[in-house]
Each structure stands twice: as C-alpha cells, then as structure tokens.
C-alpha cells in the first residue's frame, strides 16, 4: 500500500469514527427518553415520531405526547440541543413546585423574567403572565456542564422546563440570525 491509498484509507476510517462518535455523545440524558447532544436520528429509531417531523433549515423539531403534556425535541445538524417539556396545568403554583425542586437540585437560578416595568409586585406579575404581557423566565448553568436548564411560564406555551446544550443552541441561533 503506497502512501496515497495509505491516506484514502485512513480518511475514510477517521470519518466513519468521527460520525459514530458523533451519534453516541450524549452530554446528558433528560426526562428517562432523551440524550441531549445525541442523535436525532437514533433518537427516532429508539421511539418513533408520533407527528411529522417540523424541519426549517438545518433545524428539526418532534413533538411527543405523554398524557396531556408534551415533550419538544430540537435537533440542529442531526443532534439534540434542545429537549422541552411542557406541564399541564400551566399555572404559577406549578411552575413554583418545579422552581423550588429545581432549586433543591441545581442550586440558585439566574432570574430572567421579563415584565413591563410597571408590573413589579409577584400578585401583577402573576395577572399579567396570564393576560400575555409578561414571562417568569430563570436559569440554571450548573458549574462546569455543557447544558443548563430553563424553567419558563408564559400565556403563549405554558409552564415549560427546557434543557439545553450551549453550544449547539448558540450555533444554532448565530446561523438562523445569519439566515435573516
């Protein structure tokens, strides 16, 4: 074997592992059924699309249900950046139960709530997330993981909790700003 076959053979090799490698990653696993960071593809081979599959570019999303909540799986080039589940009843005691027991596991949050500037008491905060004029947003970035996980309550989608990989929601937002 001469030096060029040598490096065809090694580049086709290296690929190949590149891309099992890039199936198996899975920076974390969320709610039982969910490899953040891994294959989409394996992901529905694992458990099928119960709907068509969304597609907008490079980006794919599933829905699933699971009685009456939903669970969102967002894939960017093939692999999961985003696992989102929404809670049924959306309501501000729920999404309080989901914050204190998140709090228990991850520490404090990041509070990233947006309400007009008027609305400051929890009572208006409350009345004006039900009327679609505000969101109770938090954060949590545990030291040293490449994901973190997003406890939201809007009119729009409800009490939801989203977990995230960083970088691939950060790449997956620069293209689609650039697609703009």
């Avoid at 699309?49 to 249900?65: F, M, S, T, W």
Wanted: charged share 30%; hydrophobic share 35%.
């Amino acid at each position: 074997m001469d030096l060029r076959q040598f490096l065809i053979v090694f580049g086709v090799t290296l690929s190949l592992v590149s891309s099992a490698r890039a199936d198996e990653v899975c920076v974390r696993k969320v709610f039982r059924d969910f490899c953040l960071g891994g294959s989409l593809a394996q992901q529905l081979q694992h458990q099928p699309a119960q709907q068509p599959l969304r597609r907008k570019g490079e980006r794919v999303g599933v829905i699933y249900r699971q009685d009456r909540e939903r669970l969102y799986v967002m894939a960017y080039k093939g692999r999961i950046y985003k696992v989102l589940r929404s809670y049924d009843p959306a309501s501000y005691s729920t999404y309080r139960d989901l914050q204190q027991r998140l709090t228990r596991k991850y520490g404090t949050s990041e509070e990233r709530s947006q309400f007009p500037e008027r609305i400051r008491s929890r009572a208006a905060r409350i009345s004006a997330a039900r009327r679609g004029e505000g969101e109770f947003l938090e954060i949590w970035s545990p030291p040293g993981q490449a994901w973190r996980v997003e406890l939201s309550w809007s009119r729009k989608l409800g009490v939801t909790l989203a977990y995230l990989v960083n970088d691939l929601d950060r790449q997956q937002k620069a293209d689609h700003q650039i697609d703009l």
